[in-house]
C-alpha cells in the first residue's frame, strides 16, 4: 500500500516556510506543507490533503526542537488564525520574510533588483497593532470575540491578545461583558445583532475608537451604552456604529455613525496629525509605518519641484508626509470616508498644496491627463487592475514607488511593467509591518529607462 495517502504518518525535517506560514518538508521528492512548524525541526506528520506531488499535514509530535523554536506569548497560539508563526524566533521570521520576498521577485516577476535590501525589523515584535476587529458569537449563552481558529469560523475566545497594543486590552474584557445582554449576529441563521467588535487606538495620542459593526438596526438604548463606555474610558475619543447587513465575510458597511463622543481620532505620524476613522485604512504598525515614511523621503529625496500622484491613497498617510517637500500632491481612493479624513487632515496641518479625489483607481487613471514625476502605488493584497498598469505604461512617469503586502501580486505586477523594458527595478526594501504573521511588506523604486 502507498504511504503517500491521506492519514498516513511521516516523520519529516522542515527546511524553509512558504507564503501562507507553513513550514515546508520534503519526501521522495514530494513537498509537505506543516502548520506551525519551524525550520530545523523534524516532526511526525499526519498527512492530510494529498495530491499527486504535494500534501497537507498536521504536526503529531516534534521529534527534535529547532533552535529556531520558542514558547508562543499567546497562550492560544496552536489555535487562534491571528498568527502563524508565534513559535518561530523572531530573527528567523525575519530572514524567511527577506526569502520569501526575493523568490516572489525572481519567480514571478523574473526580475534581479538592482539592490535588495535587508529586511527592516520591527521595533516590538509584540504588542504592536493600534487596530484589531474581533467577529463576535454567542456561546453557550456568553459572548465570545477573538480572531477565527486556524482554518474554520469558529471563534477563539480572547480576553486579551499580545500582539494588539496592551491599552486596548482592558476594553476588550469590559465590552465583551457589557454585550452580554445585547442581541449578537448568528452567522449560521443571518438573525441580527452585533456581529463585530472594532477597537483602535492612536498609539501616539492614546485616543481610542470603539466601532460595533451591527447587522439590523440598531437597538433602541445603545446610545445610552455607548455613552457609558465613554464617559468609563478616558482615553476613548469616540464609540461609532457600521452597519452591515449583508450575509458574507465583508467586515463593514457603508454606513457609519456616531453613538458618542467623536467618529475619528487623532495620531501623529511623521509629525502629521492624522484624523482615522472607525473603517478606513490605517497602517496596523505605527512605529513601523513611520519607517516606511523615512524610507519613502530617503529614496525620493524630493527637491520642491515634483508633482506626486498617490493611487490608493488612503487617508494620504504616506503622501502627507511628502507634501512638505513637493510641489503638489493629488491622492486617489475610492473609499469615502478616507477621502472626507485625508482631506480634513491636509486642512488640519496647512497642507495647500494637495487634493484628494474619491475614484476608482482603474476608471479614473486612463482618463487622467497630467505629468507627474513620481508615481505612488499601495494597492490592495490583489494588486493593481491591468487597466492601471496600461494607464502607467502610456504615461510613464519617471519613478515609481510600489507599497505592497502581498510579495505575489507586487511582483507579478512589477514584472509587467518591466517587461517591456519601460522600466528597471531600482531597490527593494522588505518591511516587517506584521510580527508573528507570515505577512510581509515591501517597498519596490521603479526607475523609467
Ligand atoms: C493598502 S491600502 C493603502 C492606503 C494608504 N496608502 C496608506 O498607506 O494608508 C489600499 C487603499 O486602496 C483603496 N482601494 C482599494 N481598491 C481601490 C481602487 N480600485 N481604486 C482606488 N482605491 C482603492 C482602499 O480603500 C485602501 O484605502
Not at 77 to 94: F, M, P, S, T
Not at 136 to 162: D, E, F, M, T
Not at 343 to 357: K, V
Not at 403 to 412: D, E, F, M
Request: glycine share 8%; charged share 15%; hydrophobic share 40%.
Amino acid at each position: 500500500m502507498s504511504v503517500w495517502q491521506p492519514g498516513a504518518v511521516l516523520d519529516l525535517k522542515i527546511h524553509t516556510l512558504n507564503h501562507t506560514g507553513d513550514g515546508v518538508a520534503r519526501w521522495q521528492g514530494r513537498v509537505v506543507f506543516v502548520p506551525d512548524a519551524v525550520p530545523g525541526d523534524r516532526l511526525r506528520v499526519r498527512l492530510q490533503h494529498v495530491k499527486p506531488q504535494y500534501a497537507n499535514g498536521v504536526l503529531l509530535e516534534v521529534l527534535e526542537r529547532s533552535p529556531q523554536r520558542v514558547r508562543p506569548a499567546c497562550i492560544v497560539a496552536d489555535k487562534c488564525g491571528g498568527c502563524q508563526w508565534q513559535c518561530i524566533d523572531y530573527h528567523a521570521q525575519l530572514a524567511a520574510k527577506e526569502q520569501l520576498v526575493k523568490e516572489a521577485i525572481a519567480r514571478i516577476g523574473h526580475l534581479q533588483p538592482q539592490a535588495f535590501l535587508p529586511i527592516l525589523a520591527a521595533p516590538s515584535p509584540l504588542g504592536y497593532r493600534n487596530k484589531v476587529t474581533y467577529p463576535l458569537a454567542r456561546r453557550h449563552g456568553q459572548v465570545v470575540a477573538g480572531y477565527y481558529q486556524k482554518g474554520s469560523h469558529r471563534i477563539v475566545n480572547l480576553n486579551q491578545c499580545p500582539v494588539q497594543d496592551p491599552r486596548l486590552n482592558p476594553l476588550l474584557a469590559t465590552l465583551k461583558a457589557d454585550l452580554q445582554p445585547w442581541p449578537i449576529y448568528d452567522e449560521s441563521t443571518g438573525s441580527p445583532g452585533v456581529r463585530h467588535l472594532g477597537l483602535r487606538i492612536g498609539q501616539r495620542t492614546g485616543e481610542q475608537l470603539i466601532t460595533l459593526v451591527l447587522a439590523g438596526d440598531i437597538p433602541p438604548h445603545l446610545e445610552g451604552q455607548a455613552q457609558r463606555w465613554y464617559d468609563q474610558f478616558a482615553a476613548v475619543v469616540g464609540v461609532c456604529v457600521n452597519i452591515n447587513s449583508q450575509r458574507g465575510n465583508r467586515i463593514f458597511g457603508s454606513q457609519t455613525r456616531v453613538l458618542a463622543g467623536q467618529l475619528y481620532l487623532r495620531e501623529v505620524l511623521a509629525g502629521i496629525e492624522f484624523h482615522v476613522g472607525a473603517t478606513t485604512f490605517f497602517q496596523v504598525n505605527t512605529a513601523q509605518a513611520e519607517q516606511l515614511i523615512q524610507t519613502l523621503e530617503a529614496w525620493l529625496a524630493l527637491s520642491g519641484t515634483e508633482h506626486l500622484l498617490d493611487l490608493y491613497c488612503g487617508i494620504g498617510t504616506l503622501s502627507l508626509p511628502l507634501a512638505r517637500s513637493a510641489a503638489r500632491v493629488t491622492g486617489v481612493e475610492c473609499h469615502p470616508d478616507s477621502v472626507t479624513q485625508a482631506i480634513a487632515t491636509a486642512r488640519h496641518n496647512g497642507l495647500t498644496n494637495t487634493e484628494f479625489i474619491c475614484a476608482v483607481a482603474e476608471e479614473w487613471l486612463p482618463h487622467w491627463c497630467n505629468t507627474v514625476d513620481v508615481l505612488l502605488l499601495d494597492p490592495p493584497r490583489k494588486g493593481c487592475d491591468r487597466a492601471v498598469l496600461d494607464a502607467i505604461l502610456g504615461q510613464r512617469p519617471p519613478r515609481i514607488v510600489y507599497v505592497s503586502c502581498h510579495p505575489a501580486t507586487l511582483a507579478r505586477d512589477l514584472g509587467y511593467l518591466c517587461q517591456a523594458g519601460a522600466y528597471q527595478l531600482a531597490k527593494v526594501q522588505p518591511l516587517d509591518m506584521f510580527p508573528q504573521t507570515a505577512h510581509v511588506e515591501t517597498i519596490a523604486l521603479l526607475t523609467a529607462t
